[in-house]
């Protein structure tokens, strides 16, 4: 009886250093399933618990340094929780992931627009978007039945390709504001500079399904030329309201 416990004891002990000394490498395998291959950490050091890598996106390969803990104690209910932080200045955010359920509170990222299209599978042509976009979630929760979000998306800089070789229409910066529970929300979307003007809504369920309905027009006060520069690109993406304006709606009914 002694030498099987004994033989238990040094068992469990063994699991519990393997687990305590798991490679931080291994939750790059765990990021690429979660996100369909999108995100993978790279360059991972240290531990499952305490580490630091690269976050990659792909396939743009846009790279943001990485640092996590995770808090043992909560795996005993099921449940991960944690700090992450992105870039070596930024605050640390607290997460938490249980029975479908996921917290975020706290976070900040600021990446290329370029980079984030081309993760999202957007295609290649709109993909060539300047700027960058800075998200600020301060809450997310998400459940099965509804989401409790409040986050700020800015996208800087802003400019898209126009329709003649070299052109390009500035936005000015875009702007969207979350703030809201249920089993969907919305938030404003506007902007402020920039060739055209922007006024519109983007929705999204607990499933974390968006959509987006927006009315984009050339900018008051800029010359006639260049208007119709602006309106003939919108006129690509979107369907003309009779006033001036071009709806845009994602996905499209």
């Not at 305490?50 to 976050?55: H, I």
């Not at 200045?89 to 607290?94: E, F, H, S, T, V």
């Not at 295609?123 to 989401?147: C, F, K, M, N």
């Amino acid at each position: 009886m002694r030498v099987a416990i004994a033989i238990l004891v040094g068992a469990v002990l063994l699991a519990i250093a393997l687990a305590i000394s798991a490679p931080a490498s291994l939750l790059d395998g765990r990021v690429a399933a979660m996100s369909d291959g999108h995100l993978r950490i790279a360059d991972a050091e240290g531990t499952l618990w305490n580490g630091s890598g690269q976050l990659l996106l792909v396939p743009s390969g846009t790279r943001r340094a990485l640092a996590w803990h995770i808090d043992p104690w909560p795996l005993l209910r099921g449940e991960v929780q944690g700090t992450i932080a992105v870039d070596a200045d930024a605050q640390r955010a607290d997460f938490a992931y249980g029975h479908n359920d996921f917290e975020l509170r706290h976070f900040d990222l600021s990446v290329p627009m370029e980079s984030v299209l081309k993760t999202a599978g957007v295609p290649g042509a709109l993909t060539t978007a300047g700027g960058s976009v800075t998200a600020h979630i301060e809450r997310l929760v998400q459940t099965p039945d509804a989401i409790d979000a409040q986050l700020t998306l800015q996208w800087r800089d802003a400019s898209v390709p126009g329709l003649r070789p070299g052109e390009r229409i500035a936005l000015g910066e875009v702007r969207l504001d979350v703030d809201g529970h249920g089993p969907e929300i919305a938030g404003a979307l506007s902007n402020r500079g920039g060739d055209v003007e922007i006024a519109g809504r983007v929705s999204v369920s607990a499933a974390l399904a968006s959509r987006l309905d927006a009315t984009l027009r050339p900018r008051d006060g800029i010359d006639r030329d260049r208007a119709d520069a602006v309106a003939a690109a919108l006129s690509f993406i979107g369907t003309a309201d009779g006033q001036g304006g071009y709806r845009l709606a994602w996905p499209r009914s």
